[in-house]
C-alpha cells in the first residue's frame, strides 16, 4: 500500500504541474453542461414560442374564412408573390401557404379542395411553425366538415365513430429523463476525456523521454506500477466526471422544461444512485487509456490511438434511443452499458434494484483490473519499452 500510496501521489503531482494539460482535462466538464444548457433553451424557445408569426400566403383572398382563422390563432397574413420555392430555399421565408386560385368553386361543389404548405423539411427552427399551421389548417377542415353535415340535418357525431385518448403511463420524471437522454453520454464521456491526457503522458510520454526505462529498473514489481498509475488518472478521470454530472443536474434543474409541459425533479437518493452507479467507470477508462498508450511510438501517436475510446459512452445511448427495449437483470453485468441504463432509471425515477449496483459495479472493476494485469505482462517485454 505504501508503494501505490508512492506512485499515485507522484503521478498526481506531476500531472498537477503540467497546468495546461490540467487545464485541458477540465474544460470538458464545464463546458458540456454549459453546451447542454445553451442548445436546450434554445429548443424549448423555439418549440413555446407564442409571439406572433408572420405567415405568407398566395391567393389569400380566395379563402377568407380560412385567412381568418389563421388570424385567430395568431398569424400575421402576408401576401406573398414570386416563386415560393425558391424563396423558402434561399431561406428568405420560413414557409408559404399557397390557396388554390379555384378555393371557392371546389368547396361549392363540395370537392376536395388541398392548400399547400410549402417548407423546407431540413430546418428543424421551421418545424414547429410548419407543425402548427398543418394543425389549424385539419381543424379548420373537421369544423367545415361538421357545418356540412349540421346544415344537412346529420349530426357530427356520426363522424366520430372512434377516437383515441392519452394512456400515456410515463411520469414526468420519465419524459423528462427521455428528453434529457443525452446527459449520461457526457458524464460517462468525462470519465474517457479528463484523464486521457494524464494516462497518455504515464506510459507514450514517459516512454518518449525516457523516463520508463529507469522507473521499471525500480524493485517495484510491474502490476504495482501500472495499477499505481490507472489509480491516479482515475482519480482525475472521476473528478471530471463527478463534476461533470454536478454542472449537468444544475442545468437540467434550470432548463424550463416545464414550458413544455414536462416536470423533472431530483432526489438526494437519485444524486447518491447516480455517484454509485458511475464510480466504476474511470478505472476500467484509464485501464484502457494506459493499455492503448504503450502502442504508441509517441504522445501524438498515442491520442490519435485513444481517441476513439471516447466514443464508448455513446453507443449504448443510441442503441437505448434507436433499440427500444424491456430492460433485464444481465445487461447491468454489461461494463458502461450498464451504466448507462442504470443512470437512464434514476433520472427516471424508476425503481432500480439493489443487486444492479453491485451487478453493474463488480465486472467492471474486473474488466479493468484484468487490463490493468495486461498492461503490466506488457512491460515485461522489452521491445514494448525500446518501441
Given at each position: 500500500m505504501n508503494i501505490l500510496r508512492t506512485i499515485v501521489a507522484k503521478e498526481l503531482l506531476d500531472g498537477v504541474r503540467d497546468r495546461r494539460s490540467l487545464f485541458s482535462a477540465f474544460l470538458f466538464?464545464?463546458?458540456?453542461?454549459?453546451?447542454?444548457?445553451?442548445?436546450?433553451?434554445?429548443?424549448?424557445?423555439?418549440?413555446?414560442?407564442?409571439?406572433?408569426?408572420t405567415l405568407p400566403v398566395i391567393n389569400a383572398d380566395a379563402a377568407p374564412a380560412l385567412v381568418a382563422h389563421l388570424k385567430e390563432a395568431g398569424f400575421i397574413i402576408e401576401a406573398f408573390e414570386g416563386d415560393p420555392e425558391a424563396e423558402v430555399a434561399a431561406k428568405t421565408v420560413e414557409l408559404v401557404l399557397s390557396i388554390p386560385i379555384d378555393y371557392q368553386k371546389t368547396m361549392a361543389a363540395f370537392e376536395t379542395t388541398r392548400v399547400t404548405i410549402i417548407h423546407d423539411g431540413s430546418?428543424?427552427?421551421?418545424?414547429?411553425?410548419?407543425?402548427?399551421?398543418?394543425?389549424?389548417?385539419?381543424?379548420?377542415?373537421?369544423?367545415?366538415?361538421?357545418?356540412?353535415?349540421?346544415?344537412?340535418?346529420?349530426?357530427?357525431?356520426?363522424?366520430?365513430?372512434?377516437?383515441?385518448?392519452?394512456?400515456?403511463?410515463?411520469?414526468?420524471?420519465?419524459?423528462?429523463?427521455?428528453?434529457?437522454s443525452f446527459v449520461p453520454i457526457y458524464v460517462l464521456m468525462a470519465a474517457f476525456v479528463c484523464g486521457l491526457g494524464l494516462a497518455i503522458d504515464q506510459t507514450a510520454g514517459e516512454r518518449e523521454r525516457r523516463s520508463l526505462e529507469p522507473l521499471?529498473?525500480?524493485?517495484?514489481?510491474?502490476?504495482?506500477?501500472?495499477?499505481?498509475?490507472?489509480?491516479?488518472?482515475?482519480?482525475?478521470?472521476?473528478?471530471?466526471?463527478?463534476?461533470?454530472?454536478?454542472?449537468?443536474?444544475?442545468?437540467?434543474?434550470?432548463?424550463?422544461i416545464d414550458e413544455l409541459g414536462i416536470r423533472f425533479s431530483l432526489k438526494a437518493q437519485q444524486v447518491v444512485g447516480l455517484i454509485m452507479a458511475i464510480l466504476p467507470i474511470p478505472l476500467l477508462a484509464s485501464s484502457l487509456q494506459l493499455l492503448l498508450g504503450l502502442f504508441a511510438k509517441s504522445f501524438k501517436d498515442a491520442q490519435s490511438y485513444v481517441g476513439f475510446l471516447v466514443f464508448i459512452p455513446v453507443v449504448p445511448t443510441l442503441v437505448m434511443n434507436f433499440l427500444p427495449f424491456a430492460t433485464s437483470f444481465w445487461m447491468y453485468f454489461v461494463p458502461v452499458f450498464g451504466q448507462s441504463i442504470m443512470m437512464k432509471e434514476i433520472l427516471g425515477a424508476e425503481p432500480v434494484p439493489l443487486l444492479a449496483y453491485p451487478a453493474a459495479a463488480l465486472p467492471t472493476l474486473l474488466a479493468g483490473l484484468l487490463v490493468c494485469w495486461l498492461t503490466s505482462r506488457l512491460l515485461d517485454q522489452e521491445r514494448v519499452i525500446q518501441s
Open positions: 466538464p464545464f463546458l458540456a453542461p454549459l453546451f447542454i444548457y445553451g442548445l436546450m433553451t434554445l429548443v424549448i424557445q423555439q418549440n413555446t414560442e407564442t409571439e406572433s408569426i430546418r428543424n427552427d421551421t418545424s414547429a411553425t410548419v407543425r402548427q399551421v398543418r394543425n389549424l389548417v385539419r381543424i379548420y377542415s373537421s369544423e367545415l366538415n361538421a357545418l356540412r353535415l349540421v346544415s344537412r340535418g346529420v349530426s357530427p357525431k356520426l363522424m366520430r365513430g372512434l377516437q383515441t385518448e392519452n394512456g400515456d403511463i410515463a411520469s414526468d420524471e420519465q419524459r423528462a429523463a427521455n428528453f434529457l521499471l529498473i525500480n524493485p517495484v514489481s510491474r502490476l504495482s506500477i501500472v495499477f499505481g498509475k490507472c489509480l491516479a488518472a482515475s482519480i482525475v478521470a472521476a473528478l471530471g466526471m463527478l463534476i461533470t454530472l454536478g454542472m449537468c443536474l444544475g442545468a437540467m434543474l434550470m432548463l424550463p
